[in-house]
């Protein structure tokens, strides 16, 4: 009897028979300090000391990875969270990042800024955004705002790759990274890379048969333009020119408008510049009895899912993986925070065709 009483002595010593009760009593103690749980919490619950518990948590230190594993699981259980202002103040950091935009209606900042967060998360790192439109004095406050609130970095993003922002970003204390805007010389820069989503587009409308493929698309002053007429270029016949216009549903109209009004066999398919044009192309053949995609084969560019979804049929379009795009910018400004080296330069990400019924095949 004796024996089986040491036995259950050294067991419970050991933690295997008093873990969950651990757990419920660091619980109760923190309710009766006013529902706050700590890190002094965590170390009784796991049965470890405090200092390893830290460690533990912080990823750092020499342990065991079952411990390792033990502390952060019992963490979790009993909902601790760690206090941002300690943890900032003994890393230096604030663990936020800083989105800067002039992207206010979000079309493209709001997927960029979904793979930030996606990104960051895991690691304890909030981003603070603010839209500035295009104003340089507006611009300069929300800067100031960022750099007083000790942000570890700041991650500029925009309408269009080939615009700067209408502020200075070069000099600031803290590391810079573009996403799908003009970087400044020795930046890191993300960018969907227009040329190959282009000859995606063209090459699966060619893939099917289509011998006639027109280009309508935005202002050719845009180098993601210029970029898509190039690889409309490498892939289709050139026998029709690219029509190039503004960025607009009226637009689709009166380019389709233009081709069937001219002399000559008419297009097979059209590669469209952007969504909004291309769900206005396929609405001005409709009008024209033109059946899509048995008579003409549309895709369109962006993969504007609202846009998408609604046009009938739904539209095949090229996808420019800005979440996938602001994943990358997010991890790299952390490394960055972190002090680690990240290589200058600017880095295009592939496209990703998303075929649905608007081309047919």
Request: hydrophobic fraction near 40%; charge should be positive.
């Amino acid at each position: 009897m004796r024996k089986a009483f040491l036995c259950l002595t050294k067991c419970v010593r050991k933690g295997f028979l008093t873990q969950k009760p651990r757990e419920e009593a660091a619980l109760e103690n923190s309710r009766n300090r006013g529902g706050r749980t700590t890190i002094h919490d965590v170390a009784a619950a796991a049965g470890v000391s405090i200092s390893t518990a830290s460690k533990a948590l912080n990823d750092n230190g020499r342990m065991s990875p079952e411990t390792r594993e033990r502390v952060k699981r019992v963490a979790s259980e009993i909902g601790f969270r760690p206090n941002a202002l300690a943890r900032g103040l003994l890393s230096k950091r604030s663990f936020t990042i800083g989105l800067l935009t002039n992207d206010t209606y979000g079309r493209f900042t709001l997927p960029v800024m979904a793979g930030i967060s996606e990104a960051l998360v895991d690691h304890g790192v909030s981003v603070f955004l603010c839209a500035i439109e295009d104003d340089p004095a507006l611009a300069k406050v929300h800067v100031d705002a960022m750099l007083d609130k000790s942000v570890d970095g700041i991650i500029a993003s925009g309408k269009r790759i080939d615009r700067r922002l209408p502020v200075d970003l070069s000099d600031l204390p803290v590391p810079v990274v573009y996403a799908f805007t003009e970087g400044t010389p020795g930046s890191v820069t993300f960018s969907a890379d227009d040329f190959q989503g282009g000859r995606l587009a063209v090459e699966w409308l060619a893939g099917l048969g289509r011998r006639r493929i027109a280009h309508i698309t935005g202002p050719e002053s845009f180098a993601s333009v210029r970029d898509r007429a190039r690889a409309y270029h490498s892939v289709a016949s050139g026998d029709i020119p690219v029509l190039y216009g503004q960025w607009s549903e009226t637009w689709g109209h009166e380019a389709v408008a233009q081709l069937w009004s001219a002399a000559g066999a008419k297009p097979d398919a059209i590669f469209c510049g952007n969504d909004q044009i291309a769900r206005a192309v396929v609405d001005a053949l409709r009008e024209r009895a033109i059946r899509v995609p048995e008579d003409v084969s549309i895709v369109g560019f962006d993969n504007w899912e609202i846009v998408a979804a609604q046009t009938r049929p739904p539209l095949s379009t090229v996808d420019m993986n800005l979440k996938t795009l602001g994943r990358e910018a997010g991890l790299t400004v952390l490394a960055l925070a972190e002090g680690r080296t990240v290589e200058p330069g600017i880095r295009t990400l592939p496209c990703q065709l998303v075929v649905r019924q608007s081309c047919g095949g």
